[in-house]
């Protein structure tokens, strides 16, 4: 059970809306010690805790580094970064949740909407300090014996997470630079004459009207909504983005209402806080505000009503390119420099008043929201605006469409968040070490409920290339949100732009034939409070050396996942827990297996070659393939097998748009003999066939 720990006066985020909460006072405090720090308004919240040697720290959600998050100095401060690299301490989301497993085992979620450091052994290996800035919050500790069983306790508590149309988990091309309607046919044309699946295309800003949301250029598009029937017919989902920052133009509606109604963040004048985003001037939506939620969100109906039903949302930390105020102090600046010569101490000092623009932390502290009928400075509340923004879709989405999923996801996030959509995990880049931060960004997520998730395949900044692009679908099969996106300006990564087609069919062929599984892996997982993706040591507790396992994960019940993520290995070491059956698949219908014994293997796999690891005595419902989602027939599955006794899956299926999930109407069980018989019971018909 949570136990619940209150210090100050803590600002409500709707994190936790459920289940039955202790509530202790801050001297109860179990397993930290509590301190302060810093003076007056400023004053801080300290929390140690003296960890074991081996003690491991899960969760985190969105961070930079490893599964096991000990070692490290990590932030919640959501922030625009486009470099994630291992030296940063943050990024786009606040994922306040950990577990501690070692020495003693506990989970630890640190509602609190401001800026909060997680000191894991950073400043001393054995030091715990979690650092909570100014200002109240609550603290929910949670026991237990199992990992899993804590993480679904949590979970309960939060709610449950989103679930995407079935069409969300096909996979979909992006790019920042596609046009106009003639990009995208194209992007659609190449896909559909090689045969390489595909049920979504982004539109990312250049489809606005001068970047200005809930608007569409006319030039790029001529008759919008006869052009998303036109994808439409093709089963193709053009998603576009929305930002958090509305334009400053005259005439301009969203701007004109909002500033009429008084629906932008102001400053403490009164006056409307004026930052710089691609839109050029813009005020920020009261995102915290239930009246200017509310029309925020009824906004989205602008696309809804032309057909569109997904959006991603951008740019709501929210990110900002400057604030004015502090962009004419920097002008003003500017001028002295130009008096002065530039040696070594003033040309740096040039160099990062320049850049300090960006994201300038005291621009933060100068506006202010309307919160719960209160009015609370943006920096106290900071990390709820993602969250926010994506709840105000999420909200009118039910309106909108009562009985219909829509596709929703966001780049900055909250616990809380992965109720109203789910997240991708911002601009990484064409490295091989952000293919292996994919994978170990998944449990971390799934335990602070975001399930529906992935990175941008292929990376987003620097250039790809075509066995880094081949290696990462091979693990961007597996994840929720599948897209391949990339930057304006770096090389081009649809499947077109590379020789070897075939394999890319291939590749992302596969996906469709796990989609069965991954969709009702996914839709048990979202309505059980449980993780798609574990690490190993969540299912083999007893095994210390799977707690150690960095590159491979549980994927749902029946498999484990060892993807290639280092430029050209002809394989990889793989350890397993257990006895598993190696499924070596280079397409739908060519594959070969291979039973391993329990321990380390050296697992070769060329680079059109995908690693699938079945447990003993579970099934893999896989499907024959298809173009889209739509076309994926169901009543006729073939089931990857490993069956020694006796093997038996439930296998979730519906409709794909349903929002009354309902288990038993959707679950089918299936059971394979040893003897290769197989029978279903639940209301399906369908033919399976192991293969
Ligand atoms: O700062 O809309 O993360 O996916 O392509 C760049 C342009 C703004 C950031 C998003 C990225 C998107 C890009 N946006």
Redesign the pocket.
Known sequence: MLKKFTFGTPIETEAVIFGEVITGSQESTPYFSIGLSGKDQEQAHVLTYRMGDHDIIYGLGENIRGINKRGWLYESNCT?D?KHTEDKHSLYAAHNFFLVDGKQRFGVFVDAPQKVTFDFGYSDRELMTVTVAHGGFALYILEGDNLRQMVKEFRHAIGRSYIPPKWAMGYGQ???GYKNAEDIRRVVREHRDNQVPLDSVYM??DYMERFKDFTVDEDKFPDFPQFVKEMQEQNIHLVP?I?AGVKIEEGYEVYEEGVEKGYFCKKEDGTEFVGGV?PGRVHFPDMLDEEARAWFGRKYQFLTDQGIDGF?N??NEP?LFYGEDHLKEVFHELNEYQKKELDIYSFFGLKATVLGVANYPEDYKTFYHNYRGERVRHDSVHNLYGYYMTRAAGEAFDKIEPDKRLLLYS?ASYIGMHRYGGI?M??NCSWWSHLLMNLQMLPGLNMCGFLYTGA?LGG?GADTTEDLMLRWLELGIFTPLMRN?S??GTRQQEFYQFGHREDFRNIIGLRYGFLPYLYGEFVKAAVTDDMMFLPLSFVYPEDETAAGVEDQLMAGESMMIAPVYKQNAAGRYVYLPEEMKLYRMRSTTSMDTEILPAGHHYVKAELNEVLVFLRPDHLVPFAKGGCNVEELKTSSVNLLHFVRTKASYDWYDDDGYTKNMDMEQGITRITAASDGAVTLSGRKQCDCRLI
Request: overall charge negative; glycine content about 4%.
């Open positions: 625009d486009p992006s790019r920042w990312d800003i983005i930002d691609w991603w951008d740019m990110a780049r991708w911002g601009d941008d987003f996106h930057a304006a």
